[in-house]
């Protein structure tokens, strides 16, 4: 079992991957009607492809180091590997600096004005600044107490 798990961050960033192809796709019609969001997409996409993939690359380099032997050795944030430290390191800095962005930067602004790209699933975004920051806070809430119970 634990050979099959070796590769699977591999399958996670594809996934990822896959998922931003969508959401280029569905933000095509969007974009011909508002061609002034065009430099936000590019931002969300590059956006996607390097924040959603780089915990897993994290992974799969202790993965591939032989480090860590297997997706397994990520499950507790409480081990005193050093690649494993990393991978939850990332994760933490990606969601300050999310913090950061929804909080100081305009990014509950700029996620409000941009959410026509996510084309008939923009409903499931919130229309306000204040509801993209109270959800924001809601998953982040929801994810400490993950890592905390789970771990």
């Not at 990822?16 to 192809?21: G, R, V």
């Not at 508002?34 to 956006?47: F, H, S």
């Not at 924040?51 to 480090?67: E, K, R, T, W």
Request: charged share 15%; hydrophobic share 50%.
């Amino acid at each position: 079992m634990d050979s099959e798990l070796k590769y699977f961050w591999l399958v996670l960033i594809a996934v990822n991957c896959l998922s931003t192809l969508i959401f280029s796709f569905i933000a095509r019609s969007p974009l011909r009607e508002r061609p002034e969001l065009y430099d936000g997409y590019w931002r969300l996409i590059r956006g996607m492809l390097l924040f959603f993939n780089l915990p897993f690359l994290v992974m799969g380099i202790g993965i591939v180091s032989d480090y860590v032997p297997t997706m397994n050795g990520y499950l507790s944030w409480r081990v005193s590997n050093p690649f494993v430290l990393a991978f939850y390191t990332s994760i933490f800095f990606e969601l300050l600096l999310g913090f950061y962005w929804i909080f100081f930067a305009q990014g509950a602004e700029f996620i409000v004005k941009h959410r026509d790209l996510w084309g008939s699933y923009k409903f499931r975004i919130p229309s306000s600044s204040f509801g993209v920051k109270l959800f924001y806070l809601f998953c982040l809430i929801c994810g400490c107490l993950v890592l905390l119970i789970g771990s």
